[in-house]
């Protein structure tokens, strides 16, 4: 996708999007330039909010103004290294995403700034309480698609229907090597699936591989404005190495806990052998509140 499709792709669903939901934010400016993380140049953001409150007791739309970013030359780095990279999907989960920012700010709620929503979203997971599905996301990043809360680390896998309906194993990288799991079953597999990974040292907790489904443009328009719900499944796995990743995070990066503690005890669910659903939560940058 060139600059100027891009440009114009991304003000058209901005367009799309009803008016209540865009008060105190003056529009989408696109950046052709590139904006990769101080630490990990090999990771890209995709987009920013940038809010500047004004002098007042109250806190709304009059007195709060934002704009939101958009960094062409991010969405083409990823893209080039990702054949299956959706410029149109990844570009209006950006738009809502950091509208949800805006959203957020306008409710005096900064949860989403980081570690501390991470740990407490961790936390209401644990406590079997709502949860934002995608609070991993706002943990510290090792890797593209890597992150760590504290002591534990979420290593995330998209996939598109279809996409892994014959594989049986699922490979993922950490702490120097390759590794393998046994896939669920595909009608198993639910839009989110936290896999917790048994005999691996995250540094402290837990690694989990969370495998999320990808969805078209079109289910994400009707998500959003119905605000629907993800199935969200957990299982277990027992990894075995099947190759060298030098390159691979490890236990060491970004250690500073683990609020989640890990899978069930049998007695309040075994999740080794089949999945268990978690019903019920709303979907991070597909739901405005």
Same mark, same amino acid.
């Given at each position: 996708?060139t600059?100027?499709?891009?440009?114009?792709?991304?003000?058209?669903?901005?367009?799309?999007?009803?008016?209540?939901?865009?008060?105190?934010?003056?529009?989408?400016v696109?950046?052709?330039?590139?904006?990769?993380?101080?630490?990990h140049?090999?990771?890209?953001?995709?987009?920013?909010?940038?809010?500047?409150?004004?002098?007042?007791?109250?806190?709304?739309?009059?007195?709060?103004?934002?704009?939101?970013?958009?960094?062409?030359?991010?969405?083409?780095?990823?893209?080039?290294?990702?054949p299956?990279?959706?410029?149109?999907?990844?570009?209006?989960?950006?738009i809502?995403?950091?509208?949800?920012?805006?959203?957020?700010?306008l409710?005096?709620?900064?949860?989403?700034?980081?570690?501390d929503?991470?740990?407490?979203?961790?936390?209401?997971?644990?406590?079997?309480?709502?949860?934002?599905?995608?609070?991993?996301?706002?943990?510290?990043?090792?890797?593209?698609?890597?992150?760590?809360?504290?002591?534990?680390?979420?290593?995330?896998r998209?996939?598109?229907? +279809? @996409?892994?309906? #014959? =594989?049986?194993?699922? %490979?993922?990288e950490?702490? $120097? /090597?390759r590794?393998?799991?046994?896939l *669920? &079953?595909?009608?198993?597999?639910?839009?989110?699936?936290?896999?917790?990974?048994?005999?691996?040292?995250?540094?402290?907790?837990?690694?989990?591989v969370?495998?999320?489904?990808?969805?078209?443009l079109?289910?994400?328009?009707?998500?959003?404005?119905?605000?629907?719900?993800?199935?969200?499944?957990?299982?277990?796995?027992?990894?075995?190495?099947? +190759? @060298?990743?030098? #390159? =691979?995070?490890?236990? %060491?990066?970004?250690?500073? $806990? /683990?609020?989640?503690?890990?899978?069930? *005890? &049998?007695?309040?669910g075994?999740?080794?052998?089949?999945?268990?659903?978690?019903?019920?939560?709303?979907?991070?940058?597909?739901?405005?509140?």
């Amino acid at each position: 996708m060139t600059f100027e499709e891009f440009e114009a792709t991304a003000h058209r669903m901005w367009d799309e999007i009803p008016d209540v939901y865009k008060e105190g934010i003056d529009g989408v400016v696109v950046d052709p330039e590139a904006e990769s993380h101080p630490d990990h140049e090999d990771y890209y953001t995709l987009g920013m909010c940038y809010t500047e409150p004004y002098p007042s007791s109250y806190m709304g739309p009059e007195t709060t103004r934002s704009f939101l970013a958009l960094y062409y030359g991010s969405f083409k780095a990823v893209a080039e290294r990702s054949p299956s990279f959706s410029w149109e999907e990844e570009l209006w989960e950006t738009i809502t995403h950091e509208l949800r920012h805006h959203l957020e700010f306008l409710a005096e709620d900064d949860a989403l700034e980081g570690l501390d929503y991470a740990l407490e979203q961790t936390y209401h997971r644990g406590q079997g309480e709502e949860f934002d599905p995608w609070y991993y996301q706002s943990g510290l990043p090792l890797a593209p698609g890597v992150f760590r809360v504290e002591y534990d680390v979420y290593i995330e896998r998209r996939w598109r229907p +279809g @996409e892994l309906a #014959d =594989a049986e194993t699922l %490979e993922f990288e950490w702490d $120097g /090597r390759r590794w393998a799991i046994a896939l *669920p &079953p595909h009608e198993d597999l639910g839009d989110l699936h936290y896999i917790w990974i048994h005999g691996l040292d995250a540094g402290g907790g837990w690694v989990q591989v969370v495998l999320a489904r990808e969805v078209s443009l079109l289910e994400r328009l009707k998500r959003f404005f119905r605000k629907e719900s993800l199935d969200l499944v957990e299982s277990e796995a027992e990894p075995v190495p099947v +190759g @060298e990743a030098p #390159d =691979a995070p490890g236990p %060491e990066d970004g250690r500073p $806990g /683990r609020a989640a503690g890990g899978p069930p *005890p &049998p007695d309040e669910g075994d999740l080794s052998d089949e999945a268990s659903d978690v019903d019920g939560q709303p979907e991070r940058g597909d739901t405005a509140k």
